[in-house]
């Protein structure tokens, strides 16, 4: 009955590999984001998808990108790792009408390490 | 300046304390707010929505204050499940009817202890 879930929960890998996290809600929410928490615990946000569309994009490198085939999955591919990419990866989805009283809800986290 | 600033601690109190953490937010245009809860290697969860009024939720009771740009959670009778990091939420722009951009703060780390 998970709301939010990604996977994988560990990803241990290479530099210079190429590797994507997979996510899924089933909350019949709009909008989906993923947003990486570094080594100091500063959750950031990444990319934003409403129905299918990019709507937020933070000036993230474009090793990084996101594929929404549905509203209810957004991946994301990670080309050419480097060790600063190391950290956790958390999906997160909210109902997507936007507003002051949007609330986020989030996966268990992916925990990447780049070796 | 970061846009949103916390006292990591931790601040480490006995079971039954009453216990009170601070945040502050640089932009002034920032529309609503928020408390999350991260345990230790766990997702963040919602705790609850602050408002100007101030709201409490049980034994949990947020403040905001506008003019100083300044954001308050107050735990009373701490117990033993409170231990998680607290990460103050501001949100700080939306697009009608689709998302909404937050932005969280480093986060304050609580340990009650017996």
């Known amino acids: 009955d998970t709301a939010v879930s990604q996977t994988p929960k560990y990803l241990v890998t290479q530099m210079g590999n190429d590797k994507s996290i997979k996510c899924e809600q089933n909350l019949g929410h709009d909008t989906m984001y993923w947003y990486k928490q570094d080594s100091k615990k500063f959750l950031k946000i990444m990319f934003s998808y409403n129905n299918k569309e990019l709507i937020i994009n933070e000036t993230v490198p474009n090793r990084f990108s996101p594929k929404s085939p549905d509203k209810a999955h957004l991946n994301l591919h990670i080309n050419s790792l480097e060790l600063g990419d190391s950290a956790v990866y958390f999906c997160a989805s909210s109902q997507g009408r936007g507003g002051p009283d949007e609330k986020l809800f989030f996966g268990s986290g992916t925990q990447l390490s780049v070796l | ?114």
Do not use: H
């Open chain 2, 1 to 114: 300046r970061k846009e949103v600033e916390q006292d990591p601690g931790p601040f480490n109190v006995p079971e039954g304390a009453t216990v009170a953490f601070n945040c502050t937010y640089s932009n002034s245009a920032s529309q609503s707010f928020f408390w999350y809860r991260q345990d230790c290697r766990k997702e963040p969860k919602l705790l609850m929505s602050v408002y100007s009024s101030g709201n409490e939720d049980g034994r949990f009771t947020a403040q905001l204050n506008r003019a100083s740009q300044y954001i308050s959670l107050l735990i009373r009778d701490s117990k033993l499940s409170d231990s998680a990091t607290y990460l103050c939420v501001v949100n700080r722009g939306w697009w009608a009817g689709t998302a909404s951009k937050l932005t969280f703060g480093t986060g304050t780390r609580l340990q009650v202890t017996l």
